[in-house]
């Protein structure tokens, strides 16, 4: 179903993926958008550390529409982009996740979502963020991407010899 890597020397392991997405900060995630053209959004984003993305958006908006019509997305992190212009290249490690997205509805899973957002932006305070949440929780839409297919690529100048 997903194509095999034509650089598969340069590939990262599952575990090296999942501990990539656990450290990014923010990715771009890629839809199918209005009249047939790819849309791709960056946004912050939390990885539950085993098969799942999860993303905070408005109630309403383009991406929430291409979900609703197609709910099959990718999502890229870059984690690295060292530019070396003598060598002319990059050093990088990125990870694309494929999967299906859907908007949470109900309310503990939503509510659980949020929490793990929380977490990792604002990790020193708990409080804080439940009262953004108790405070944002009917204006905010919480989407969850099931991975069906992860896979990372780092440069060949990286890989461990």
Do not use: W
């Not at 900060?25 to 098969?51: C, I, K, Q, R």
């Not at 290249?89 to 996740?97: D, G, H, P, R």
């Not at 804080?128 to 690529?153: C, N, P, S, W, Y």
């Amino acid at each position: 179903m997903f194509r095999p890597m034509r650089r598969n020397k340069q590939s990262l392991t599952d575990d090296e993926c999942k501990q990539l997405l656990r450290t990014a900060t923010s990715g771009v995630l890629a839809v199918s958008g209005d009249n047939g053209y790819p849309y791709a959004v960056p946004l912050s984003f939390v990885f539950d550390g085993e098969d799942k993305l999860y993303f905070h958006c408005a109630a309403a908006g383009h991406k929430l529409d291409a979900i609703q019509k197609d709910p099959k997305v990718s999502f890229c992190v870059i984690v690295q982009d060292d530019v070396h212009p003598a060598e002319f290249t990059t050093y990088f490690k990125s990870v694309i996740a494929f999967g299906k997205a859907r908007i949470l509805t109900d309310a503990e899973e939503k509510r659980r979502a949020l929490r793990l957002l929380g977490r990792k932006y604002m990790p020193n305070d708990p409080d804080g963020t439940e009262t953004e949440i108790d405070r944002f929780f009917a204006q905010v839409e919480m989407l969850e991407v099931q991975i069906e297919h992860l896979t990372g690529k780092q440069a060949k100048e990286l890989i461990a010899k």
